[in-house]
């Protein structure tokens, strides 16, 4: 049987709209299965945070250019990220690395979001950039010190790989954290991430491609 066609004139269907979503970036799976989505992108600028290694931010940028992401990458280690973007998308205008000092500015709109990555260390305070509409910040931390705090309290969302005890103490001070959670931090497997933000604590399992294993490696939370 075919199916019904309706027809409208150009009046009729300029008062159509269709909903739209804050754009998100699937990270893993919970303990049901359920995808766990960071949405990084939304009509408002979004500041993040990642607590760990360079593998872990490797693939958030990764999945973020899979979403349509254009993505500036502010680093003291440009040899972590060349190339990168030319494997994910095979182009070589959707990430750019650019040295300690500089800034970008990248255009965004909802289907072609903005990431600005910085990745300057443990010791790096606040480094904001000017964000705009669907554009986020993403703090790379790859271990918790005492400097590192006020970019922590500040992120809207956090996202950690495992930490040591310490680490976990630090984060839990200033997030304001349980101690199952805190507990939480220092047991994660390699390929787990805990995401804190609004108050809500979720669970991840990367479960990496078979892309993504060839191109970042297995994944390493240490």
């Known amino acids: 049987m075919s199916r019904p066609y309706h027809?409208?004139?150009?009046?009729?269907?300029?008062?159509?709209?269709?909903?739209?979503v804050p754009a998100g970036v699937v990270v893993g799976r919970d303990q049901r299965r359920t995808p766990t989505v960071l949405?990084?992108?939304?009509?408002?600028?979004?500041?993040?945070?990642?607590?760990g290694r360079w593998w872990a931010a490797r693939m958030l940028v990764f999945r973020a250019l899979g979403v349509g992401a254009r993505v500036v990458v502010r680093t003291a280690w440009p040899e972590q990220w060349q190339g990168l973007g030319e494997e994910?998308?095979?182009?070589?205008?959707?990430?750019?690395?650019i040295p300690v000092g500089s800034v970008a500015a990248v255009p965004a709109r909802m289907d072609e979001p903005a990431l600005h990555v910085v990745?300057?260390?443990?010791?790096?305070?606040p480094q904001r950039a000017h964000l705009g509409p669907w554009q986020a910040q993403l703090t790379v931390l790859p271990g918790l010190v005492?400097?590192?705090?006020?970019?922590?309290?500040?992120?809207?969302?956090?996202?950690?790989?495992?930490v040591s005890a310490p680490e976990a103490g630090l984060a839990a001070d200033a997030l304001g954290l349980s101690a199952e959670v805190a507990g939480h931090l220092t047991l994660t497997p390699d390929d787990g991430l805990i995401l804190y933000?609004?108050?809500?604590v979720r669970y991840a399992t990367v479960g990496p491609t078979d892309i993504e294993r060839q191109l970042l490696g297995p994944p390493q939370a240490g």
Do not use: H, I, K, M
């Open 7 to 20: 027809l409208a004139d150009r009046a009729a269907l300029a008062q159509v709209t269709l909903p739209s």
């Open 119 to 125: 990745d300057l260390g443990t010791e790096a305070g």
């Open 39 to 51: 949405r990084l992108f939304q009509p408002e600028p979004v500041q993040a945070v990642l607590v």
């Open 146 to 162: 005492p400097a590192g705090l006020p970019v922590l309290a500040g992120a809207q969302v956090s996202v950690f790989q495992r």
């Open 88 to 97: 994910a998308t095979n182009r070589t205008d959707r990430l750019a690395v």
């Open 197 to 200: 933000g609004d108050g809500t």
